[in-house]
């Protein structure tokens, strides 16, 4: 009887053992390859949003982009500057019933990244025109944050047949009456969206987001990789994006679809005084604030983002 209760006491041992060793592992696997543990991550997020990474040629650039849902109606989803496809992944995951596309735009996230090439609002939009004809998309509803939004409005501007509605969420191309903490930066200063280094990601975080959602270490050590590696990239597009940063708010009036004037109401990159000017220059919008939330809100605040959206469709449709 003692010998089996030994015999228990060492197999529980063993099996405490082994606990520990995988556990230990799997603590080791997430500090010592966090590329791959992101990239993991990454692919799980995209499967929940039921989306698929796809590849096209455009031109002289490839082109990488998130394609997914089972609707008829389609909804291009634009990022903003120095990001990429997945940020808006959350949001995606309230887009099922839609047809959705989300590129990487050329010079950001997978997409290619070539020096010798300009990523001006025009030539970018110029792209977009062609990514859309070569996946046939004939209408659709357009949605952007940040420069992409400015890009979306820009879209509306030069190809109003192909646009079914418009989404602004916190977008650039105006000059908003209020500076934000952003803009009041000296122009000589470090440009304040990159990341410099991990020490800094906190910074960056709070810059964005009210309530910055967490984020896995292997995560932050990707995204802190990939803006060292793209820096010189970053800072070719932001100088040949800067000088016409505004440039949308004069062509407001041309926008004949419908729009959705989305911001987060406490935006330290575009102030919300940004809202009057569109408010003020676009025919048929609607205006949607979401409190507590920052530049980003289909990160910050995904489910009430997609909704304030999905209400906006569904009344234009009705």
């Known amino acids: 009887m003692l010998y089996k ?4 006491g060492v197999n529980m041992k063993k099996l405490l053992i082994i606990i520990l060793v995988i556990i230990v592992a799997a603590v080791g696997g997430y ?3 966090p590329e791959q543990i992101a990239g993991y991550l990454i692919s799980k997020a995209r499967s929940n949003a039921s989306l698929n990474k796809k590849e096209i040629k455009i031109d002289d650039h490839n082109v990488v982009y998130l394609e997914g849902g089972s609707g008829s109606e389609t909804i291009l989803l634009l990022h903003g500057y120095s990001a990429n496809k997945d940020s808006f992944l959350l949001f995606s995951a309230y887009l099922k019933d839609y047809h959705v596309v989300i590129p990487d735009l050329p010079g950001h996230g997978e997409s290619s990244k070539l020096v010798n090439f300009r990523y ?14 070569a996946l046939q998309l004939k209408k659709f509803h357009i949605v952007g944050n940040s420069m992409g939004g400015w890009f979306a409005g820009s879209y509306a501007v030069f190809y109003p047949d192909e646009v079914s509605s418009v989404g602004l969420f916190n977008a650039a191309g105006v000059k908003p009456p209020v500076l934000s903490e952003v803009m009041k ?4 200063d470090e440009n304040p969206l990159l990341l410099k280094n991990e020490n800094d990601y906190s910074r960056l975080m709070k810059l964005v987001f009210v309530n910055p959602p967490f984020t896995p270490y292997p995560l932050q050590k990707m995204f802190v990789r990939e803006a060292q590696v793209n820096k010189v990239i970053n800072q070719k597009i ?9 440039s949308l708010e004069k062509d407001l009036p041309k926008i004949k679809a419908p729009v959705l004037i989305l911001w987060g109401d406490k935006d330290k990159i575009i102030d919300i005084s940004s809202v009057a000017v569109f408010e003020k220059g676009l025919k048929n919008c609607k205006t949607i604030i979401i409190p507590d939330c920052g530049h980003a809100p289909m990160i910050e605040k995904p489910q009430e983002t997609a909704r ?3 209400n906006f469709i569904k009344n234009i449709n009705n």
Not at 5 to 8: G, H, P, T, W
Not at 185 to 188: G, I, K, N, V
């Open 5 to 8: 209760v030994n015999r228990e």
């Open 31 to 33: 500090y010592t390859f």
């Open 120 to 133: 001006d609002a025009a030539t970018q939009v110029e792209r977009l025109h062609k990514f859309a004809q």
């Open 185 to 188: 930066m000296r122009p000589e």
């Open 238 to 246: 932001m100088k040949e994006i800067a000088p016409d940063v505004f």
């Open 308 to 310: 304030a959206y999905l």
